[in-house]
């Protein structure tokens, strides 16, 4: 049985009942007292996050997960539809399941599902996306890479700040832990 000392990133544990991902941890030691672990989960069926202070060498409970890659074929009013590559099974991801991924989604593209005991319990996004911009405000002439920033609306209805020399219908690079533009990939 694993303790506060495995932590991991992305690790899975019961939390009293609940499932909850490691976010962040950091091992602390005092100068006085017995070290401790602190560590920010966030509960995988309501998104809520967590601040929780563990004991060292504290027993959890590790959920095994199993993530695999399925492709999404459309989107319907209620669900997105999935697909696994290899089987052609198709499931049903309904917007809870979803949560914020619903940003970084798009008709068929890849998408990371996590599954445990063969129930899909959430959608991971890929750490980049290109994603279309679809509403931005006009660039002036001679605006650079270091100028400022501007805010622009993407296919997906996520909002970002991008560079001024950005405009409609460029392709861009977001990274989906940050919210952050990363590059133009295509005008």
């Known amino acids: 049985m694993p303790t506060s000392n495995d932590f991991r990133r992305g690790m899975v544990i ?3 009942g609940t499932l909850c991902q ?3 941890f950091q091992h602390v030691k005092p100068g ?6 602190r560590s920010k989960l966030k509960e995988v069926i309501s998104g809520k996050v967590l601040d929780k ?7 959890v409970t590790e959920v095994r997960v199993e993530r695999r890659i399925w492709e999404l074929l459309y989107r319907t009013d209620l669900a ?11 499931i049903n991801l309904d917007d809870d399941l979803v949560g914020d991924a619903v940003y970084y989604l798009k008709e068929n593209g890849e998408v990371k599902i996590v599954f445990v005991d063969g129930r899909p319990i959430m959608v991971e996004p890929p750490d980049t996306v290109e994603l ?3 509403k931005t405000d006009p660039g002036l002439r001679g605006d650079t890479a270091s100028g400022g920033s501007k805010p622009a609306e993407l296919e997906t209805g996520l909002k970002v700040q991008v ?3 950005v405009q409609e219908n460029d392709v861009i690079k977001v990274d989906t832990r940050t919210n952050a533009y990363l590059e133009r990939v295509s005008s």
């Open 32 to 37: 006085k007292g017995a070290a401790f672990v």
């Open 53 to 59: 202070t563990w004991r060292a060498g504290e027993k």
């Open 22 to 24: 490691i976010v962040e």
């Open 163 to 165: 560079p001024l020399f």
């Open 14 to 16: 019961d939390v009293d």
């Open 132 to 134: 279309r911009v679809i």
């Open 80 to 90: 997105w539809v999935a697909m696994d590559p290899e089987t052609y099974e198709q």
